[in-house]
C-alpha cells in the first residue's frame, strides 16, 4: 500500500515536470503550503487579501513573505503604462486559423510580461461573437465555439510555459458592450453549454488557466460575480477549477454576494468585499469565515504553483522592444487578413504608381479599452507600401491632407468679423447656473489636465459652450472632428451631429455633412469634465476635391483604408454595422473617379458594404492588424505573399438577416435590461442555416490569388453512421 501511494505520488509530480507550468500544478503540497499562509493570517488580513489594494495589484502581506503581484491588460499587449508590442487583435489571430501561431502569441505576450515584471495577463477573452455591433468583438476569436476555445487554448499555453499566468474572460455571456453592469442575458442551460462555456471549459480542463475573470452583467437575472451556479457548481464542481475567480474592474455589486456567490478577488481594489461589510456579515453568521478562508487558498496556491511567490517577477534580460515579439506580430498579420473580393483579379498591385488614401491610411488603427495598446513603433500601411515600392511610386492622402484646414473661415458672429469661437464657462456640469468667464477664442484645443480653465473655477465638475458661424464658400464635404475627456458634442442649426456625451476616457468623434455654396452654418460645441483629466479640441476642414481628381487620375492603382479605431470600436460601448457617412462618401467618390481600387477595413466583425462594396474591385479585411500590420499587408496587396486568412464569423449582407437581429437589444423603458438569447444554439452559421439566409460572406470564406478546381467528387457510405 505505502509503495503504491509512492507511484501515485511520484506520478502527479512527473505530469506536473511535463506540462512545465502550462497547467496550473496544484498539488497537495501546494495547498498544503497556501493553508499554512492562511492559518497564520487575521481576519482582517485575510478580507483584505481578497481585494486589490491598487488597480492591477494583488496586495502583499509582508510579515508573511507575500509579495505584491503584477497583473496587465491584456488579450493583445503589455497595456498599463508601459510601451509595449501590440500584436494583432483576437479575431484576426482566430482569422489564421492557425495552432502554432495561437501558441506562439502566448510565448510573446508572456516574455513582454516578464520583461516587465507581470505575473499575470488578463487574456485571453473568449466571448462568442453574436453581433458584429458588440464593442469589444475585436478582442474575441469568433462565432464558432470549437475555433474560439482551440485558439484561446494554445494562447494560455504559450502565456502558461513562460511561467506566467493567464486569465480566460469574460465569464459569462457578455455579448455586448450596451448596459454591460445591467443587462441580464437570459440564455438556457443547453445554449450556455453547447455555445457559450466550452471555450471557458477547454480553458479550464484542457490549457489548465491559472484564473478566470468573471463578466459584467447578469446572468439570467444574478450578476456573473455573484452568481453561485456560474462560479461554484459548473467553474468549481463541474469542471474541477482549483485557480483564481476575480472580477472584471469594478463588476462587483454586493460584497456579501459576491462572497457567497463564489468570487474570489475584488478588483480594482475592494469597495464591497471589505472590512466594513464582511466582518459584520460573518458575526452574524450570514458569510462564513471559512468561506473567506477558501477564497485566500485560491488566490495564494495559485501563485505558489506559479512560483509567483518565490521567483523575481522581472526578467531584465528580456528586451522590451522585442524582437520576436515583433516577428510573431509580423506572422500574425500575413496569415490573419482575409481577401474578401477581388473581380477581375485586380489584386495583386504588382507595377505602377499607388495611391493610399482615407483616415487609416498612415495609422494603424486599433480596438478601444483594455485592448489598447501603445506600441514602440508602427508600420503603417503607407509605410509598408514605400518600404517595398519606394517612395516615388507610392502617393499619400490621409485625411489630414485631403481635408483642409478651415479654421479661418469660422467666426465669432454673423457679422463676419472676427474669427474664432465665443466661450462660455459655468461652475457646473451640467451648463446651468451663473455664467463664470466669456471669452473670444480662435480656436477649440484645451488640454486642462488636473487644471481649472481660470482662477477659481474647479478642477471638476464644470462645463463650457463655444458657439462660432460658419459660411461656406463653395459646395463640398465637411468633416467635423471633435475629441475629450469627458462629454463633447457638436450641434449644427442646432441638430446634434456627433458627439460622445458621458462619462468616459479620451475618445473622439467625426462627423461629415455636404454643405451649400452662401449657406450659413450655426455651429455649438458643448462639454463638460466629471473628474479626472480634462480636454477637448475641435477641427474642421474640407474636401479639397481638386487635389483628390489631380492623385486619382495620376494613379495607376488606389488603395482606400478605411474602417473604425479605439474610439468608435471598443470597451463600454458598442458600434454601428455600417462605416461613417463621410468614409462611405469618400469610397463611392473615388470609385467613381478610378476603376482600379482596393479597400482595406479596419474593424473588430462584418460590417455594412451594401453602400458601397459593389463598386470597388477588391476588398481586403484587416480586422486590427497591430503594429507590424501595414508590412504584411503591403506584402499582400503587391504579391509578395497571397492571403490565406478566412472568415472566424458571418458576414451578413444586412444588420437585420442576422439570427439574434430581433433579442440584441432590450428595448423596453424599464431600468433593468433583460436580453433573451431566442436564438437558442443558432447563432452564427448555425442560425443562418435554419433561418435559410446566405450571409455575404460565410464563415470559413477567404480568397486567395491561387485558382482551385474540384472534380470527380464522391460520397460513400462506410456504415450506419459513416461517409467517406
Known amino acids: 500500500m505505502k509503495i503504491k501511494k509512492k507511484v501515485a505520488l511520484s506520478g502527479l509530480l512527473l505530469c506536473c515536470a511535463i506540462t512545465a507550468k502550462a497547467q496550473v500544478c496544484i498539488t497537495p503540497q501546494v495547498e498544503q503550503r497556501a493553508r499554512e499562509l492562511v492559518s497564520q493570517m487575521t481576519l482582517e488580513e485575510k478580507i483584505d487579501y481578497i481585494s486589490g489594494p491598487k488597480s492591477f495589484y494583488i496586495r502583499a502581506v509582508p510579515r508573511l513573505g507575500i509579495p505584491e503581484i503584477r497583473m496587465a491588460d491584456g488579450p493583445q499587449g503589455i497595456r498599463n503604462n508601459t510601451q509595449s508590442t501590440l500584436y494583432p487583435c483576437g479575431i484576426l489571430s482566430a482569422s489564421t486559423w492557425n495552432r502554432k501561431l495561437a501558441r506562439e502569441l502566448g510565448h510573446g505576450l508572456a516574455r513582454d510580461a516578464k520583461a516587465r515584471g507581470v505575473s499575470i495577463l488578463l487574456g485571453p477573452g473568449v466571448n462568442i461573437y453574436r453581433s458584429p455591433l458588440c464593442g469589444r468583438n475585436y478582442e474575441y476569436f469568433g462565432e464558432d465555439p470549437?475555433?474560439?476555445?482551440?485558439?484561446?487554448?494554445?494562447?494560455?499555453?504559450?502565456?502558461?510555459?513562460?511561467?506566467?499566468?493567464?486569465?480566460?474572460?469574460?465569464?459569462?455571456?457578455?455579448?455586448?458592450?450596451?448596459?454591460?453592469?445591467?443587462?441580464?442575458?437570459?440564455?438556457?442551460?443547453?445554449?450556455?453549454?453547447?455555445?457559450?462555456?466550452?471555450?471557458?471549459?477547454?480553458?479550464?480542463?484542457?490549457?489548465?488557466?491559472?484564473?478566470?475573470?468573471?463578466?459584467?452583467?447578469?446572468?439570467?437575472?444574478?450578476?456573473?460575480?455573484?452568481?453561485?451556479?456560474?462560479?461554484?457548481?459548473?467553474?468549481?464542481?463541474?469542471?474541477?477549477?482549483?485557480?483564481?475567480?476575480?472580477?472584471?474592474?469594478?463588476?462587483?455589486?454586493?460584497?456579501?454576494?459576491?462572497?457567497?456567490?463564489?468570487?474570489?478577488l475584488e478588483m480594482p481594489v475592494g469597495k464591497f468585499m471589505t472590512r466594513e461589510i464582511l466582518i459584520p456579515a460573518i458575526e452574524n453568521g450570514i458569510v462564513k469565515e471559512e468561506t473567506i478562508d477558501a477564497k485566500v487558498r485560491h488566490i495564494l496556491q495559485t501563485l505558489i504553483?506559479?512560483?509567483?511567490?518565490?521567483?523575481?517577477?522581472?526578467?531584465?534580460?528580456?528586451?522590451?522592444?522585442?524582437?520576436?515579439?515583433?516577428?510573431?506580430?509580423?506572422?500574425?498579420?500575413?496569415?490573419?487578413?482575409?481577401?474578401?473580393?477581388?473581380?477581375?483579379?485586380?489584386?495583386?498591385?504588382?507595377?505602377?504608381?499607388?495611391?493610399?488614401?482615407?483616415?487609416?491610411?498612415?495609422?494603424?488603427?486599433?480596438?478601444?479599452?483594455?485592448?489598447?495598446?501603445?506600441?514602440?513603433?508602427?508600420?503603417?500601411?503607407?509605410?509598408?507600401?514605400?518600404?517595398?515600392?519606394?517612395?516615388?511610386?507610392?502617393?499619400?492622402?490621409?485625411?489630414?491632407?485631403?481635408?483642409?484646414?478651415?479654421?479661418q473661415q469660422i467666426y465669432t458672429d454673423g457679422s463676419f468679423t472676427q474669427n474664432g469661437f465665443k466661450g462660455e464657462y459655468y461652475n457646473t456640469r451640467n451648463l446651468t447656473g451663473e455664467l463664470f468667464q466669456a471669452a473670444i477664442e480662435p480656436a477649440i484645443d484645451h488640454a486642462w489636465k488636473y487644471g481649472a480653465p481660470f482662477d477659481g473655477m474647479p478642477v471638476d465638475q464644470f462645463s463650457a459652450r463655444w458657439t462660432g458661424v460658419y459660411k461656406a464658400d463653395k459646395d463640398g464635404t465637411v468633416k467635423f472632428q471633435l475629441a475629450g475627456d469627458d462629454g463633447y458634442r457638436l450641434f449644427v442649426n442646432d441638430k446634434l451631429i456627433t458627439g460622445d456625451w458621458g462619462n468616459h476616457s479620451f475618445s473622439t468623434r467625426s462627423a461629415f455633412m455636404q454643405v451649400s455654396a452662401g449657406e450659413i452654418y450655426r455651429l455649438r460645441?458643448?462639454?463638460?469634465?466629471?473628474?479626472?483629466?480634462?480636454?477637448?479640441?475641435?477641427?474642421?476642414?474640407?474636401?479639397?476635391?481638386?487635389?483628390?481628381?489631380?492623385?486619382?487620375?495620376?494613379?495607376?492603382?488606389?488603395?482606400?483604408?478605411?474602417?473604425?479605431?479605439?474610439?468608435?470600436?471598443?470597451?463600454?460601448?458598442?458600434?454601428?454595422?455600417?462605416?461613417?457617412?463621410?468614409?462611405?462618401?469618400?469610397?463611392?467618390?473615388?470609385?467613381?473617379?478610378?476603376?482600379?481600387?482596393a479597400v482595406v477595413v479596419n474593424a473588430g466583425g462584418g460590417i455594412d458594404f451594401r453602400n458601397w462594396g459593389q463598386s470597388v474591385q477588391a476588398i481586403l479585411m484587416a480586422w486590427y492588424p497591430g503594429q507590424e500590420g501595414g508590412k504584411a499587408l503591403a506584402e499582400i496587396i503587391t504579391g509578395k505573399l497571397s492571403p490565406s486568412g478566412k472568415l472566424p464569423v458571418s458576414i451578413e449582407e444586412k444588420w437585420e438577416d442576422n439570427p439574434v437581429y430581433g433579442n440584441y437589444y432590450d428595448n423596453r423603458n424599464v431600468p433593468h435590461k433583460r436580453v433573451q438569447y431566442a436564438e437558442g444554439v443558432f447563432v452564427g452559421y448555425r442560425g443562418y442555416d435554419r433561418n435559410g439566409k446566405q450571409p455575404l460572406y460565410p464563415f470559413g470564406y477567404g480568397l486567395s490569388y491561387s485558382s482551385f478546381e474540384y472534380s470527380n467528387l464522391s460520397v460513400e457510405k462506410t456504415g450506419e453512421a459513416g461517409l467517406r
Open 146 to 264: 470549437y475555433l474560439t476555445g482551440e485558439t484561446a487554448k494554445e494562447y494560455i499555453l504559450g502565456v502558461q510555459e513562460e511561467g506566467v499566468m493567464a486569465t480566460v474572460k469574460h465569464f459569462a455571456a457578455n455579448n455586448q458592450e450596451w448596459s454591460r453592469h445591467h443587462a441580464s442575458s437570459d440564455v438556457d442551460e443547453r445554449t450556455l453549454q453547447e455555445i457559450y462555456f466550452p471555450a471557458f471549459r477547454k480553458a479550464v480542463q484542457e490549457a489548465g488557466v491559472g484564473a478566470v475573470m468573471d463578466s459584467y452583467n447578469p446572468l439570467n437575472g444574478v450578476h456573473a460575480t455573484e452568481n453561485s451556479w456560474l462560479n461554484i457548481d459548473v467553474l468549481r464542481k463541474q469542471w474541477g477549477f482549483k485557480g483564481i475567480l476575480m472580477s472584471d474592474w469594478t463588476s462587483v455589486y454586493s460584497g456579501v454576494g459576491a462572497a457567497n456567490g463564489g468570487l474570489d
Open 305 to 407: 504553483a506559479f512560483g509567483a511567490l518565490d521567483t523575481p517577477r522581472e526578467d531584465k534580460s528580456i528586451d522590451k522592444d522585442n524582437a520576436q515579439s515583433k516577428e510573431i506580430a509580423l506572422d500574425l498579420a500575413r496569415e490573419g487578413v482575409v481577401l474578401l473580393k477581388n473581380d477581375n483579379g485586380t489584386l495583386p498591385y504588382r507595377n505602377g504608381r499607388t495611391l493610399v488614401i482615407g483616415p487609416n491610411a498612415d495609422i494603424i488603427p486599433t480596438g478601444g479599452g483594455s485592448g489598447f495598446v501603445t506600441p514602440y513603433s508602427v508600420v503603417s500601411l503607407y509605410d509598408g507600401m514605400v518600404q517595398l515600392k519606394g517612395g516615388r511610386q507610392i502617393e499619400l492622402l490621409s485625411d489630414s491632407i485631403l481635408y483642409k484646414d478651415m479654421s
Open 525 to 597: 460645441i458643448e462639454y463638460f469634465d466629471n473628474v479626472g483629466e480634462a480636454t477637448v479640441s475641435f477641427q474642421a476642414g474640407m474636401m479639397d476635391e481638386e487635389r483628390l481628381a489631380s492623385s486619382l487620375k495620376h494613379a495607376r492603382n488606389v488603395i482606400v483604408c478605411a474602417g473604425f479605431n479605439s474610439s468608435t470600436e471598443g470597451e463600454g460601448f458598442d458600434r454601428p454595422f455600417a462605416l461613417s457617412y463621410g468614409q462611405e462618401y469618400l469610397i463611392n467618390k473615388v470609385a467613381s473617379l478610378h476603376d482600379n481600387v
